[in-house]
């Protein structure tokens, strides 16, 4: 059974953590820290983006299959530095490890902020030395944390659970992760970028790699705000297994729990998309193949015009079909079944491909559906069994105020 | 020479044209037809949306070598309407027919406005009839048939050229378009159809087809308002050789000149685009392929963050640096140059993938150069020969009202 329970990134055992102020924010809190006693065997998922930052580049090429720590700057995103930028990602990698007495190879780092800009390192030091004089465990330190690694969130990301396995081992999953946003309507940050650390007191096989993938597929990578992929985007499972117990790789609770607290990270990293007023869930059914429904999904889900029609509660539901026609995903229109759900209503707009009513009056209803917090968009293409969900936001004149603004 | 006129649809030889009021629309003017005195070559470019409104349907199916007219209405795009739009698009082809006394296969059919709804035959068979008695030459006929296919375009998008083949003849080329928009706040038009009808009194052989497509494919396919792809899109070019002379497929001039009306039609659509106040062309050169640098371009034109960075003047080259590496374009990043250029300032930004400053100053001289009208991005791949243009416009408050308004 899967419990949700009040915690943070230090819930489960063995890791410890901390959020200071390096300087780089001029006040918030902008460097954090994940420590995990023992090395934790570590399964990391970037950004696809052909344009990676420094620390993305200098990860993926370590692949480093142990970390005993992560160090989360905002603030700066150390993207577009060039020679300068990794060599920073390499000094800061030594102080920290310096500090926490590990290998240089078992430090992570993930950047978040401006771009095209160097670090100040005099700074980014002075981060690392406090942030491992600081670390704790307990409520403060992980909101401490949680606090660091924002940006424009406004939502604090932090979700735990604790599962009890086959073999009996009770172990904990937590999440800290922070949405798009900027740093400060001045600073002119890459929108988007998303990092995510979960801390796990499992144990887990360099194997469960590709299930890692598997759940990100399923939870991060079917968010989207406004289908711009940053270049820092980097999400991080430690797995300490101070728990005790077998490998959890195959357990179906394990599995379970974990993908539960990526789902609500997801959701939560959607609802909290800049500007949104909205969460837009869009489940596409009845797909031939799990990358037809995926394309399927992010075409809807990235329609300017699907999106603006929802924050004005616009019962346009031709905007949707228009998505789903441009997105590549195989079906035959007169199979497709289109369903808006709000609240507590349920409106079938389209049955095998023909709309369902004409008059101005139905029309209504859709309005009413979709004038909700969430709003469903649900397409069986009738065609298949591979099915995708996704989540995002409505496109509101605050998204383009957050991302037009320029404060000189 | 190419020569840009005063002219309209009816300018080249042999065509009339007339736009009426069938009462589709309230108060508007919602029906437009051309007439060529002679069966002329048709060569037609439709959207290539999987959902396809019920004339892009039949259109395709007939793919008639000749038109001697094309009927377009307004206010309703026949789209989602099944079997029955199907019937209604042979029955217009037919009373249209029997009023011009021409072969029903050689009636063009376009409709633009809300989608899901049946047409009213009573009202469209009224257009036709009277559009039929109506057909004239000249500046007022040019003029109500190209207002008769708006929908909330703000700019009449009429073109005309006179250009001499090299075997002496003088021909004219004259393009009419609707750009993107709806036909009132609160009719829930599908966003994004661009109809165009391109009449030239030269002679064009059926292998035309091909060069019509290169030449879509470097104008109208460039165009991006919101990355939305209608069910309606259509561009006809007729071709009626009433100017005599030889086949001018292969002549330069008059490519050029069919090339310089696209260009000119598709520039203004993105202009006239949905609450845009700046046009951006997005040039990329130094790519591998041609399709490597459309997909390019395309991606940077349709990232809702670059467009709202330039609606509001905001240096955040970030951004576009982010799409291109989205965009699956090939490129090495340490080859890679970008300039905005705006007004008369040309501003360098990444040189061989490093940004050219790091000043808060310079930075100013960029929100300089995309405080104007056209914003021009160029990015240099350095990698290969191929590039590709397209032309979009910013994201803007109006943008978001526009489309979300629901008049009740």
């Known amino acids: 059974m899967i419990e949700e329970i009040e915690g943070g990134i230090t819930t489960p055992q063995g890791f410890k953590a901390a959020g200071v102020h390096s300087g780089v924010k001029y006040r918030a809190l902008d460097f954090g820290m994940v420590f995990s006693e023992v090395p934790a065997s570590a ?9 990676k930052s420094a620390p993305v580049q200098v990860m993926m090429k370590e692949n480093s299959p142990k970390l005993s720590a992560v160090i989360i700057n905002s603030g700066n995103a150390n993207a577009l530095t060039g020679r300068r930028g990794i060599e920073d990602v390499m000094a800061m990698k030594h102080t920290a490890a310096a500090e926490l007495e590990v290998d240089p190879a078992e430090v ?3 950047s978040t902020g401006l771009i095209g800009r160097f670090l100040d390192m005099h700074k980014i030091r002075y981060g690392i030395s406090r942030a491992a004089r600081e670390l704790g465990v307990g409520k403060e330190a992980d909101g401490l944390f949680a606090e660091a690694i924002m940006t424009t969130d406004t939502i604090k990301k932090e979700f735990s659970v604790r599962v009890r396995l086959e073999d009996g081992t009770l172990v904990y999953i937590s999440a800290a992760s922070k949405g798009s946003g900027m740093i400060s309507p001045c600073m002119k940050v890459l929108q988007g970028t998303t990092l995510t650390v979960v801390t796990t007191d499992a144990s887990l096989s360099p194997g469960f790699k590709s299930k890692w993938q598997e759940i990100l597929d399923d939870s991060m990578n079917m968010v989207s705000v406004d289908g711009d992929q940053s270049t820092n985007d980097t999400a991080i499972l430690m797995a300490n297994g101070k728990a005790g117990g077998s490998f959890a790789d195959e357990d179906p609770e394990f599995i379970a729990a974990l993908k539960a607290v990526m789902l609500k990270t997801a959701k939560t990293i959607a609802m909290d998309g800049e500007g949104a007023t909205k969460l837009i869930e869009v489940q596409v059914t009845g797909a031939e193949t799990k990358e037809d429904a995926r394309k399927a999904v992010h075409k809807i889900m990235n329609s300017p015009l699907v999106k603006s029609a929802i924050f004005g509660s616009d019962p346009n539901y031709g905007r949707i079909m228009m998505a789903l026609g441009n997105s590549g995903c195989k079906f035959n229109l007169e199979d497709v079944h289109l369903t808006i759900k709000g609240g507590d209503m349920e409106v079938p707009i389209l049955d095998s491909g023909a709309p369902v009513f004409q008059e101005e009056r139905a029309v209504e209803v859709v309005r ?12 069986d293409l009738g065609l298949g069994k591979e099915s995708a969900t996704g989540w995002g936001c409505d496109l509101t004149y605050d998204y383009v105020r957050i991302n037009a603004e320029y404060a000189s």
């Open 368 to 379: 009413m559906a979709m004038d909700n917090k969430e709003v469903v968009i649900a397409v």
């Open 43 to 51: 399964f990391v998922g970037y950004t696809s983006n052909a344009v």
């Open 108 to 110: 992570g780092i993930m």
